[in-house]
């Protein structure tokens, strides 16, 4: 017992020092949320969510971290409505990157992007001009004619500028409320994931580095929803 509790502090030590993480919408799988719903048979809350997913190519953890959803949705969102995703503000932000904020509608397989913060991410302009690393929430509106469905898959995701190549991510489970329908916009990009994903190189002071495969070099999907009135 005391062994476990002792770990389970290491933990929330490494957590607290660890990379950036999402604390609104609430990931799955994390110790803090305040209204945690009940973990899938099995699964354990995860107190490392913030360490990357990918890492020099190597895969360490799926996509979301974990495959399995929370049973029940953390938050109720309506299409259009302004969002404002919120981050820890501890946690090493590796001189920025390409950020950007997704939706998936079939469990985690495919997102569409919402929102992209490129570059500068977690930073209020270019570090080598003075931008300072303060930025720890992004507001954004929900796109008017995102469709309603009872529960999609919001990510987080990020290339970091500085360090070993990374691919961090953590997803929330949600609902949204809207209409039947489809939503048409760029695939998430996904990097430093392992063979067969495009491997962007610390960007040295270059913060255009990989952006072609957020700007140009990008496909684009269509998420379907059944529609959902809360
Ligand atoms: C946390 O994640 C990192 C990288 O993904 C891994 O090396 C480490 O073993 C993990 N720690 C725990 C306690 O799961
Ligand atoms: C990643 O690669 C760099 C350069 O080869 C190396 O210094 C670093 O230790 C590697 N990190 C991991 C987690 O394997
Ligand atoms: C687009 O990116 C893929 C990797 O995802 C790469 O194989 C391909 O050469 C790129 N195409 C262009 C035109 O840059």
């Known amino acids: 017992m005391l062994f476990k509790t002792t770990l389970s502090l290491l933990a929330l030590a490494t957590a ?27 699964e354990s809350i995860d107190y490392n969510l913030s360490s990357p997913i990918g890492s020099n190519g190597t895969i360490l953890a799926p996509i979301c971290h974990h495959n399995t959803p929370w049973p029940q949705v953390n938050e109720v969102w309506t299409a259009g409505q302004s969002l404002t995703v919120k981050f820890y503000p501890s946690g090493t932000t590796h001189s920025g990157g390409h950020c950007e904020f997704s939706i998936s509608y079939d469990g985690g397989n495919t997102f569409v992007v919402l929102n992209q913060q490129l570059k500068y991410c977690f930073f209020d302009g270019p570090p080598s001009q003075g931008g300072t690393d303060s930025v720890r929430s992004y507001t954004f509106n929900l796109p008017a004619n995102l469709p309603g469905t009872d529960h999609a898959v919001f990510a987080f995701t990020w290339v970091n500028a500085v360090g070993n190549r990374e691919f961090y991510n953590q997803c929330a489970d949600v609902a949204i409320k809207g209409s039947a329908g489809s939503y048409t916009g760029k695939k998430v990009t996904i990097a430093n994931y392992g063979p067969g994903y495009p491997v962007i190189p610390e960007f040295l002071g ?17 998420v379907t929803g059944p529609g959902y009135s809360g």
């Open 206 to 222: 270059n913060y255009n580095t990989g952006l072609e495969y957020y700007t140009s070099n990008t496909t684009s999907v269509t």
């Open 16 to 42: 607290a020092l660890g990379h950036m993480q999402i604390s609104y919408p609430c990931p799955r799988y994390s110790p803090h949320c305040a209204t945690r719903p009940t973990l899938p048979p099995g």
